[in-house]
């Protein structure tokens, strides 16, 4: 439907935790396709509704190879193990940082059609699931950076090549 601006960091919209979503009609429907536009454009793997500026648990995600996808109200219910990774934010343009992630999770919420789904998630999808929804809790990935060096500015033709290594499944 539409491409909407990509709300940056410090907006305080990215720190407010956000409302779940009690009835899917035609506003999420349109929310969504708004979404999914919005993160084809930018050429994403996640985005989250406050990165466009609505307070609402919802994600969009594009996993190379994938179909996109929505999940309303997710919660992560399970972790497994810890990897470190280099992770950037659409958000926060121009700078990639080193933080610890799951290797696995499990992702509860609901699909478009308000039917519960479960998602068990390794690597990548991992990544964005906890990525996308620390958004959804008024968290950026820069809140888990515990080295001083662990957030570094990188160049706009390096983002590219540091996603596709980043996003490597």
Not at 45 to 63: D, F
Not at 125 to 131: D, G, K, P, R, S
Request: proline share 8%; aromatic share 4%; with cysteine.
């Amino acid at each position: 439907m539409a491409i909407r601006p990509i709300i940056t960091a410090p907006n305080p919209v990215l720190r407010k935790k956000t409302e779940p979503i009690k009835v899917i009609d035609e506003s999420i429907r349109d929310l969504v396709s708004d979404m999914l536009d919005t993160l084809a454009h930018a050429a994403g793997v996640g985005l989250a509704a406050p990165q466009i500026g609505v307070s609402l648990r919802i994600c969009a995600l594009h996993l190379p190879d994938w179909e996109p996808f929505v999940i309303i109200n997710p919660e992560i219910v399970k972790r497994v193990g810890k990897r470190e990774v280099e992770e950037s934010c659409l958000s926060l343009p121009g700078y990639q940082g080193k933080i610890t992630r799951a290797v696995e999770v499990t992702v509860e919420g609901f699909d478009l059609e308000g039917q519960p789904v479960q998602l068990k998630a390794r690597k990548l999808l991992a990544q964005a699931f906890e990525h996308e929804i620390d958004h959804l809790d008024g968290v950026l990935y820069t809140d888990h950076i515990k080295s001083p060096n662990g957030l570094y500015k990188i160049e706009p033709e390096e983002t590219m090549q540091a996603e596709e290594a980043t996003y490597a499944p």
